[in-house]
């Protein structure tokens, strides 16, 4: 079945699919994105995905191309033409295309949008979650709106190629002070030795991730102790257990820093419990 992808109000063959050369997403990477998880063919916690969507088109002042409704539409039939039923979602705004110039074009210019459903087996994921991950740390090289989720993914793309070299799949960045902010494309997660989950709190210099929220959800709801600020590599070192968040990894356990093993080095337990729960939960959500 050949691929679909969504492209300023077409569905067009993937082959096909094409946006301007002088769009300001290819020349500023001055564009928003969302990844959504997608689930038996349903959206997992499309609410939270569109809000950000929102929040970051807001923030760049890039007007809303179409409501949220119709954006979730168009994200839900992309999915439907491509038969996705486990995988991925990628919406993608630009501020549109014109002739390079630095200041935005009128409003007038249409946004540019783009949608792409990726199917993707959950069985290498489970494979990977049952041995737990590695991760590298490196310096957050970012700007300071890390909060708005922009297609400015170049420190990212840098930073999870260092990791790769060194046999990671994930970077942990660290911010001038030693702290880490997040993963490169991941929320990042420890658990004290005496039982705290650990995150750092909301602020510009992080992504406001949605499993990240999602799962704040179920620790209160499960009664799990868990605080939200910064903390040192020194202090991961110690933890517990270790794990980072995203859609495309939901709950994934972390089992070595820089080469240094968390815990006993295999996943940790409550990680697995909080993996599993955030499966159940995306297993009904927008079923
Ligand atoms: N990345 N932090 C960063 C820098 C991210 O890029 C992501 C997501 C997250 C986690 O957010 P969420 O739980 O909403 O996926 C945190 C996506 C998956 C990506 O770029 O592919």
Same mark, same amino acid.
């Given at each position: =079945?050949?691929? /679909?992808?969504?492209?300023?109000? !077409?569905?067009?063959?993937?082959?096909?699919?094409?946006? &301007?050369?002088? +769009?300001?997403?290819?020349?500023?990477? +001055?564009? /928003?994105?969302?990844?959504?998880?997608? !689930? *038996?063919?349903? @959206?997992?916690? $499309?609410?939270? &995905? =569109?809000?950000?969507?929102?929040?970051?088109?807001?923030?760049?002042? /890039?007007? %809303?191309?179409?409501?949220?409704?119709?954006?979730? &539409?168009?994200?839900?039939?992309?999915?439907?033409?491509?038969?996705?039923?486990?995988?991925?979602?990628?919406?993608?705004?630009?501020?549109?295309?014109? #002739?390079?110039?630095?200041?935005?074009?009128?409003?007038?210019?249409?946004?540019?949008?783009?949608?792409?459903?990726? *199917?993707?087996? #959950? %069985?290498?994921?489970?494979?990977?979650?049952?041995?737990?991950?590695?991760?590298?740390?490196?310096?957050?090289?970012?700007?300071?709106?890390?909060?708005?989720?922009?297609?400015? @993914?170049?420190?990212?793309?840098? *930073?999870?190629? *260092?990791?790769?070299?060194?046999?990671?799949?994930?970077?942990?960045?660290?911010?001038?002070?030693?702290?880490?902010?997040?993963?490169?494309?991941?929320?990042?997660?420890?658990?004290?030795?005496?039982?705290?989950?650990?995150?750092?709190?909301?602020?510009?210099?992080?992504?406001?991730?949605?499993?990240?929220?999602?799962?704040?959800?179920?620790?209160?709801?499960?009664?799990? #102790?868990?605080?939200?600020?910064?903390?040192?590599?020194?202090?991961?070192?110690?933890?517990?257990?270790?794990?980072?968040?995203?859609?495309?990894?939901?709950?994934?356990?972390?089992?070595?820093?820089?080469?240094?093993?968390?815990?006993?080095?295999?996943?940790? #337990?409550?990680?697995? $419990?909080?993996?599993?729960?955030? +499966? &159940?939960?995306? %297993? /009904?959500?927008?079923?």
């Amino acid at each position: =079945m050949s691929r /679909i992808v969504y492209v300023n109000g !077409r569905y067009v063959p993937y082959a096909k699919a094409a946006v &301007h050369v002088e +769009d300001r997403g290819f020349q500023f990477a +001055d564009a /928003i994105y969302e990844v959504c998880q997608v !689930r *038996a063919g349903n @959206l997992v916690d $499309e609410e939270r &995905h =569109m809000a950000r969507l929102a929040r970051s088109l807001g923030e760049l002042k /890039i007007p %809303a191309p179409m409501s949220a409704a119709a954006l979730a &539409h168009v994200m839900r039939e992309t999915i439907r033409r491509n038969r996705v039923k486990d995988g991925l979602v990628y919406l993608q705004v630009t501020r549109g295309e014109g #002739p390079r110039e630095f200041v935005f074009p009128g409003e007038d210019v249409p946004r540019t949008i783009v949608c792409i459903a990726r *199917a993707v087996s #959950p %069985a290498p994921h489970d494979a990977t979650a049952a041995q737990g991950i590695a991760v590298k740390t490196m310096p957050d090289l970012r700007w300071r709106r890390s909060d708005i989720k922009t297609v400015m @993914l170049l420190p990212a793309c840098l *930073a999870k190629e *260092a990791a790769r070299g060194d046999g990671a799949r994930e970077a942990w960045l660290i911010d001038n002070e030693g702290f880490v902010t997040e993963g490169a494309s991941s929320n990042a997660w420890i658990v004290s030795a005496e039982g705290t989950v650990i995150t750092r709190q909301i602020a510009p210099a992080i992504l406001a991730g949605v499993t990240r929220a999602t799962l704040i959800d179920l620790l209160r709801e499960e009664k799990v #102790p868990y605080v939200e600020r910064p903390f040192r590599i020194a202090e991961a070192l110690q933890a517990r257990e270790a794990f980072i968040t995203s859609a495309t990894n939901t709950v994934m356990p972390v089992v070595r820093i820089d080469g240094s093993p968390i815990g006993d080095g295999k996943p940790g #337990p409550l990680t697995l $419990e909080l993996r599993s729960k955030f +499966d &159940h939960f995306a %297993a /009904i959500s927008g079923a």
